[in-house]
């Protein structure tokens, strides 16, 4: 992998735009702007119910159509964000040897800074969300085996929880495993095309945001501890 060492050294700025364009896409709060617009700039969504300016909060003291818009709009921007990203380290890899793990690495990185741009916004005081949405975006399109996974984890936990919050968290934390388990065992191991460093740097890149993902749910976890989260309900 010191391939990708030397292009990151000979590309650098290609890489440094790849990061920042994320950033700056993920902050881009769709939150935020579909509440200002449904409340015809009256409220801030910050200011509403649980504060986070996400899916779950303005589903709950908004509406519906609105939280269906900030769901898909936050997904796609981090659509976006990881497709530019893997293509400008594309560029930057060039003919560099094993260039869908160059690729792979960088979607997970200019993921990361997505949703580091969705949390901390440059746009609104860097207040924002907790990056459910934006973290699911770049699963998409890093590896959709992961994608699945999670959607499928998330999917058990919601049904018999009916909480967001849980199956979010538990998502975050079963994010690196899976990660590990596809890239160790069928990518490095089973498969033989991607190096040793690969799967050692999807696995921390996802233990990243795994742990930012929690941290940013740590008063979730203390309601949840004391059986005060709430389950579930939408403003009609």
Do not use: Q
Not at 1 to 12: A, L, N
Not at 15 to 33: D, E, H
Not at 61 to 82: E, F, H, N, Y
Not at 107 to 116: P, Q, S
Request: hydrophobic content about 55%.
């Amino acid at each position: 992998m010191s391939g990708m060492i030397s292009f990151m050294e000979r590309s650098w700025y290609l890489v440094l735009i790849a990061v920042v364009a994320s950033y700056l896409l993920g902050s881009i709060n769709t939150a935020i702007i579909v509440t200002k617009i449904a409340t015809k700039g009256k409220e801030d969504i910050r200011n509403m119910g649980s504060g986070n300016a996400g899916f779950t909060n303005v589903l709950r003291s908004v509406g519906k159509v609105p939280a269906i818009l900030t769901i898909v709009c936050d997904l796609l921007k981090s659509v976006i964000a990881v497709l530019i990203g893997g293509w400008l380290f594309a560029i930057a890899a060039g003919n560099t040897e094993n260039l869908s793990a160059v690729v792979r690495i960088g979607k997970y990185i200019c993921g990361f800074f997505c949703i580091l741009g969705h949390s901390f916004p440059i746009y609104f005081r860097f207040k924002g969300g907790k990056g459910i949405v934006s973290a699911a975006g770049m699963m998409l399109v890093a590896d959709w085996r992961v994608f699945l996974l999670i959607i499928a984890t998330f999917l058990l936990v919601f049904i018999f929880s009916k909480i967001i919050s849980l199956a979010s968290i538990t998502c975050a934390v079963m994010f690196p495993v899976y990660t590990f388990i596809l890239t160790f065992f069928f990518d490095y191991k089973m498969e033989g095309n991607y190096p040793f460093l690969y799967w050692i740097l999807c696995t921390l890149a996802a233990l990243g945001i795994c742990v930012f993902v929690v941290i940013k749910h740590s008063s979730n976890i203390g309601r949840l501890i004391r059986g005060e989260e709430k389950k579930i309900t939408a403003k009609k």
